[in-house]
């Protein structure tokens, strides 16, 4: 019983200690930076329409850039990498890497990859009924005028991308 004990225990500390194998995250601001609406920032919290923290990741040797955005809330706003940080006026800021945005509710609402600060790639829209919407981006210009939605039932179907511009942003 006791031999049994043991290998559990040590196959349990093998596989967590592996589980973020060579990652290390260290923060790099212990002030937390507050923006308005129009993304300048403000001094303090109750001016605020969210919040941000900044670290830096370390991942098999390379290190990146990486911010976590709040709402008044607590709930996650905006979080991932960026190369090029707007203290002042985060209109300025450049994102790089993946790029995960939530609803006020805390549920994931698009991810997305950033390249020199443009969309690259395919932004995945979680709709709130359910259905999933893609969108194609090169060097952040937007490949088509559609975008495809599959529903909950498995339809899929093109939308126009101005029925949904308010949630792309």
């Known amino acids: 019983m006791r031999k049994l004990l043991l290998v559990a225990l040590v196959c349990l500390v093998s596989a967590t200690s592996f ?12 002030d937390t930076i507050f923006y308005n609406h129009q993304m300048k920032v403000v001094a303090d919290r109750d001016a605020a329409a969210y919040y941000r923290l900044l670290a830096k990741e370390n ?20 979080e991932g990498g960026y190369s090029f ?41 979680n709709l709130r009924d359910g259905s999933i919407g ?11 005028n559609y975008m495809m939605v599959t529903h909950p039932d498995g339809k899929m ?12 942003q």
């Open 19 to 30: 589980a973020r194998e060579g990652v290390t995250t260290v923060v790099v601001s212990r």
């Open 59 to 78: 991942y098999k040797g390379e290190e990146r850039n990486i911010f976590q955005d709040f709402y008044p809330s607590g709930h996650k706003r905006l």
């Open 85 to 125: 940080l707007d203290l002042g006026n985060d209109a300025n800021t450049v994102l790089d890497g993946r790029v995960v945005s939530y609803y006020p509710n805390g549920k994931e609402k698009w991810h997305c990859n950033y390249k020199n600060g443009k969309r690259h790639g395919y932004l995945t829209l």
């Open 134 to 144: 893609v969108v194609a981006y090169t060097e952040g210009q937007k490949r088509f």
């Open 157 to 168: 179907e093109k939308v126009s991308l101005k029925q949904y511009e308010d949630l792309l």
